[in-house]
């Protein structure tokens, strides 16, 4: 009896260690704070005024401000490109909307950096700050008062093409005029068929943009797992579900004219008739940096309006 509950305190301590790794892991805070990468949202030269005021805010509490090239060029200016950027810094700063924030993280990826994302729009579920908030967050980032996120990123393949998403993996028709067929298998065995416009396969991060759309679920977005939500489904048999994500998810069409592949809304991919596209959970995470305060529930009551 006595050995039976040494085992279970043994295993209790375990856990509880596992579990401080876990916390520890998702808020794990920055070696130096130097150098600080900025890229603007493309195709937006008026931006240029507000770089130079992001650039001033940083600089008067001497932290070195590198720009990326596209960026600099688009506001006649000089920069690093995005390998020599990362290279050089600390963590990035995406400055626009979600969709500059999404593909800058998409990209930082492969260099572990962190990304603090500065909202200029009005819908924010994944940028932290305005720039109204900029110099309240350099304070309290000086202070160690920020904390760093780390978010499950799904990968897909098909043959050979592979690809990153934070948000979504969105199988879409090509054809208007008819539905189109998918065939999904989780780990290798046939669950479903769905017919419809198409489906998506969202992360917790994503699951309040395109999956939010059509329906979906709402997922803490620090939890891990895979939702799959289909898009104007024939039968209202078909709802959206969600699985762990340490599943291997396939799907393939049945239709001559295939579909398209759409990665974050950013990268288009065709996917041929009985060609097969597989997406799992990657080994690494992505890291947003954000203010200390920052509240999801929060942040989905005032977005959303819930309440009001």
Not at 150 to 159: L, T
Not at 189 to 197: C, E, I, Q, R, V
Request: charged share 25%; with cysteine; proline share 4%.
């Amino acid at each position: 009896m006595s050995n039976l509950i040494e085992l279970q305190i043994v295993y209790i301590k375990i856990k509880i260690k596992d579990l401080k790794l876990r916390l520890d892991k998702s808020y794990k805070l920055l070696k130096k704070i130097e150098n600080i990468g900025i890229i603007l949202k493309p195709n937006s030269p008026e931006l240029k005024d507000v770089y130079l005021k992001i650039k001033c805010l940083f600089e008067n509490k001497n932290i070195n401000i590198f720009l990326e090239e596209q960026s600099a060029k688009m506001i006649d200016d000089s920069g690093l490109s995005f390998e020599d950027l990362c290279s050089k810094v600390d963590f990035l700063v995406s400055v626009g909307g979600d969709g500059t924030l999404l593909g800058v993280v998409r990209r930082a990826f492969k260099y572990e950096l962190p990304v603090l994302g500065i909202n200029l729009g009005t819908l924010g579920f994944l940028t932290d700050l305005n720039m109204n908030e900029l110099p309240e967050f350099i304070e309290d980032l000086l202070k160690n008062n920020y904390k760093i996120n780390q978010r499950m990123i799904i990968k897909g393949s098909i043959k050979s093409k592979k690809f990153i998403a934070f948000n979504d993996i969105v199988i879409s028709r090509k054809n208007l005029s008819s539905m189109l067929e998918v065939k999904a298998k989780i780990d290798g065995k046939s669950f479903n068929t769905y017919f419809g416009d198409g489906l998506i396969v969202s992360t917790p991060s994503g699951s309040t943009a395109y999956n939010l759309s059509v329906g979906g679920p709402i997922v803490y977005p620090l939890t891990e797992a895979f939702i799959i939500t289909p898009i104007a489904p024939h039968s209202l048999t078909q709802r959206p579900i969600v699985v762990p994500a340490d599943f291997e998810i396939e799907f393939k069409v049945t239709q001559d004219s295939g579909a398209v592949v759409i990665i974050d809304g950013q990268e288009l991919y065709d996917l041929e008739k009985d060609e097969i596209i597989k997406i799992k959970i990657a080994a690494k995470k992505a890291k947003m940096l954000h203010r200390s305060s920052r509240d999801f529930f929060k942040v989905l009551s005032e977005k959303l309006r819930w309440g009001n």
